[in-house]
């Protein structure tokens, strides 16, 4: 491992690996810190552009872009009260307070180094357990492949906004939209109608730069969120915030803890894991909590430690089981099969270089980001200040023609264009489009193992659940579907009690 | 309870997908492969979950108020930018790469620049979006063309 480790230090520290990491963390943070705009869009928006590139030191810089991002996410809910990223979202809830009392070095500071604490023991853990993990993925056959991904969409579907329902119908849509192309068993066109382009399908980048970056900055136009200024706010530079952090030890490793496990289990991602361990802390902290919510410090540790601690755990299942936890995975993993990578638990065996690439390069720009975020820690109004009118403008153009680039013809504009209808459409009728991408992205996988789960089996679909691994991840899969059912079911009855009785 | 609403619609529009592609799923070939369920299973598995979540939402349609996701104003905004998103579509096909880049660039910074600030002088818009459009026209066209040796659309109409 320290072979592999060194190697891709190797590679990393020539100019080209330099300049993509140093580079990749600066803008990534800048963007996270951009309300609306976060590190997944800029990933996408230059997915296209990576086709020629050396793949490894992709990579790096994808990382070093998701590592600024996750980390600048805080300075647009501590300066603005508007989360930079999803994930930053808790840290608005005392963050902001401490803004709107003068004080917002206090919280930056803490959140700056929250998020190297949150980082780089993620990055570790992930890098043991990827290996564990892939050992045993080896072993799996596509039975255990086929109820993983079940399991995998169930688990996303639990969070669509309580409506069960529409998070199935997204999955269903998405794996009707995944059966165009060819059939990966026999070879032939499938749905296709007779269209040469469309026996490829239609390509998972083309549908995230449709739904997340043309998407996004429809929506960011129309609700013209960016008229606040930041300019009048002055933050002085980065304080030491050690008593800060020794006064809230337990809530950073309870927090630490949430983050790394949510970002391990598919499709919760940063969200989730920041505004649970925002409400348990605040939950456990019994002798503060009317502070909560009016400028508690450790309202703001709690979210940003999980925040980047789900960094890591979302590297473990996507690295070792080549099953993506979330829209960001997914794109670590398309840079990977756009440079013929198979990924899986083969990986670690056949690419050994890519895998520590991720990890090493995450951890340098954990640090570069640390370095940025402590010295540049004045510029902070001036980031968020970036002009919108150049910025979107820019974003769409580049979206469009990566578009092209990804499919090779127009018809990857077209789809870009029509992702965005859809996910506009999905929005108005709250169909929740997380489900959607996931399902989409599993469906090839999922395919291929239903049916070669079926063609090598003894006792048919039996084997499914005879299987004890199978066995578990299905039951793991209905227990969250039960969970989802009866939980709302009881609070409801809870809540009947709870009135009446009042 | 209106009998027309959201998830109504919703269900309807869901049944139609699945009806295209059931009807089209009807031509695909078994496979040859000896206990392969074939190309249309998968497909079936979509159409069987989206049926019955449409099947759900029109006998349980969710009935209470929510805010919608775009008032009438911002409808009229978010339009406008999709019209934008299809012209692109549009000149890129009809007039390729070079042509459509610099216009849209041009159109989009006008349109978010007016957005930003609605108060700005039209002189003021129209010479930063010109400084902007060319500024950046050229740096895409050094990547793309020049670095990145990258095959755009050159637009049907000069072929």
Redesign the interface.
Known sequence: MLQNILDSLQSLLSVTGILYIVLGSLVGMVFGALPGLAGGTIMVMLLP?TY?MDPVLVLALFVAIHIGSTSGGCIGSILLGIPGTSSSMATVWDGYEFTKLGDPVRPLSVAVVCNFIGTIPSILIAMFACRVLAEWGVKMGPWEYTSMCVCALVMVIGLSNG?L??G??A??????I??VGT?A??G?A??A?GNLFLMDGFNIINIMLGMFA?KI???E????T??KDASNIKVRGFKWPGKDLKDNLPNLIRSFITGAFIGFLPGLGAPTSTVLAYSNERMLDKKNKDLWGHGHIGGVIAPEVANNAGIGGAMIPAIALGIPGDAIMVQFLAVMSIHGVETGPMVMRTNPEMVYMLYTAAMVAAVLVLLYETVGMPLFPKFISM????L???I???S??GA??TA?N?LG??VT?CA??LG?LM?????PTTPFVMAYIL?PI??KN??QG????INGAMDFITRPVSAIFLLVAVAVLVLNVVWPAIKAMRDKKKEAQS | MKFINKDRVLSICLLAICAFFFVNIQNLKLSQYAGDPGPKMFPMIGIIVCVLCAVWLFIKPDTSEKKPVLTRAQLKSALVLLAIYGLIVLLMWLVGYTATVPIILFILCCLFSKATHPDISVKKMLLRSLIFTVIVSAALYLVYVVVLSTQLPKGILWK
């Open positions: 552009i020629k409506n329902v529409k199935f119908a999955v269903g849509l998405a794996l009707l995944a059966s059939d068993i026999t032939r499938r749905l109608f043309a900055i429809l929506l136009y129309a609700h013209r960016k008229v002009p919108y009118y150049f979107y403008p820019a769409l153009v580049i469009f023609v092209y680039m090779g127009m504009v077209l264009f965005c209808i506009l929005d108005y009728f709250d169909v469906a999922l395919e239903i049916r079926l063609n090598y089996s």
